[in-house]
């Protein structure tokens, strides 16, 4: 498939939003769903559905199939090694409050140390911070530099001997900083540090390989996909996943109940307790089907053209001030207008068809360091032209009429 | 929709420049206000009499023009007016932001009312509704000394 032409596989393209054709630079936030993703939730539950793994029945074990084949997908898709590796979960969030939570059940003892970083997400952020009130866990906060970026040196500086756990985000969704994953990963790893990434931001937009990357566990938010919302993906090391106690409990994650004891069921199914997003999951293949279509590389290279073209843009427009200028930046262009707060500007493009975010982006640690309150975030994605930047350069344009600035 | 109607010339200007602004002097009330969606923030200080007038009124905040212009008018009308007339004027400033075509309060000149209606552009803005909303809420609490922050419902 040609990225070119992409747009016309994203029914949302055809409407007019407020009589305007849609300018759509939000997908850090959560990304349009091409139209086989919407049509195979629509197929499964009109032709197909039932729920998996709990009757003998056909459409059960056939729903069964379809849903383990997502999981061979994505097994594929981020070359990790085991098809066992990868849990579905509700949500990137959910992903990370796993991982957090089990590794404080039976890893992390009084007094160890969690190395983050000032760039990351609230949902990489609070679930440590659990830890910190129930386990008396210390956070340590590797610190943004004016660029933007959290470097491997930085990282190295703030390790200490009793930092056991580094949770750092791939790529920053405010500044676009792409961290230096593999490098934090070994750097760690010689220390005996474990490593988990949300990944949020990378799985869209970059090429992922566990097997090189070697972390223990990443973060993958499949609605930013091109994917359907409710789920999530933690690939986690076999060895930890096998090793570390089970989150949620519930039907399905068991293997025999008593009124004097409980085992617990073989992975993937020990952290997957209840009924699942069924009709999610198997529709999320799509997605990956979708964007191996296009290829990883193609949509690399198509993104990096447009962040570039962006930055340039926005750059020459005097009074725009952008947030950070990673070396390494990913699609992500954050921004504040001298004298013009992020929320008016939101309306404003808005009016004009253009959507983008206003807000701390979840980010209130970092906003607090530029010791800004919000910013304005236009991110793209598969979908997105030059022409889209320069039409929200030309409503940024009109902010500024409108707020008669120069 | 209409964005010359949201960002009128006095919303613009009053969002630039706010009135009162800043921590007054030997406050007896205060309030704090917290907008959990977007960040904004604002603090309200009242100095009430003996005869419970507003001898003095103020904030301290951040946020958009919208919310920025709406303090700032709510603060300088609010001054020298009684307990119960702005209980009564931030009921009708609500009332009027979220369905009502006028502002009633004979307790509001008419160049007062003028003022306040120039907040009126955003109720074609539900999103925005909050901005233009969350001092005045704010306000109500420091009158009846509510301790907890007064979080905008949307
Ligand atoms: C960097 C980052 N981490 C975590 C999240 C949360 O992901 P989810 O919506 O899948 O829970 C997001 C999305 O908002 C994000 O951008």
Known sequence: ???????????????????????????????????????????????????????????????TNLYENTRSSVQKYINAKDKNEIVFTKGATEALNLVANILGQNYLKEGDEILITEL????????????????????????????????????????????????????????????????????????????????????????????????????????????????????????????????????????????????YGELPNKYEAGTMATAQVIAFDESIKFMESIGIENIMRHEADLVEYGQELLQKNNSVKLIGSPKNKGGVLSFTLEGIHPHDIATILDEDGIAIRAGHHCCQILHDKLNIPASARASVGIYNTKDDLDKLNDSINNCKKIFNLK | MNLKELYQEIILEHGKNPRNLGKTDDFNKDAKGNNPLCGDNVHVYLKLNGQKIVEDISFEGSGCAISMASASIMTDLIKGKNENEAKEIVEDFLGMIKENPELKSEYLQDDEKTKLMCLSGVKQYPMRVKCATLSWHTLVSALENKKEEVKTEN
Not at chain 1, 2 to 10: A, P, R, S
Not at chain 1, 229 to 245: F, I, M, N, S
């Open chain 1, 120 to 263: 990351e997400h609230h949902s990489n952020y609070v679930p440590w911070h659990f830890l910190r009130k129930s386990k008396n866990i210390k956070i340590n906060f590797a610190e943004m530099n004016e660029d933007g970026e959290v470097t491997l040196e930085e990282i190295e500086k703030k390790i200490t001997p009793k930092t056991k756990v580094v949770a750092i985000t791939h790529l920053s969704n405010v500044t676009g900083a792409i961290l230096p994953v593999k490098e934090i990963t070994d750097l760690a790893h010689s220390k005996g540090i474990l490593v988990v990434i949300d990944g949020c931001q990378g799985a869209p937009h970059l090429k992922l390989d566990m097997q090189y990357l070697d972390c223990d566990f990443y973060a993958i938010s499949c609605h930013k996909m091109y994917g359907p919302t409710g789920l999530g993906v933690l690939y986690g090391k076999k060895k930890w996943l096998e090793e570390l106690p089970p989150y949620q409990g519930g039907g399905g994650m068991i293997k025999e109940v008593k009124k004097d004891s409980i085992s």
């Open chain 1, 1 to 63: 498939m040609k990225i070119e032409n992409i747009k016309k596989e994203f029914p949302i393209f055809d409407e007019k939003i407020q009589n305007n054709d849609l300018v759509y630079l939000d997908s850090a936030n959560s990304s349009q769903k091409p139209k086989v993703v919407a049509d195979r939730i629509n197929e499964f539950y009109t032709k197909q559905f039932s729920n998996v793994g709990r009757s003998v029945h056909y459409l059960a074990v056939a729903a």
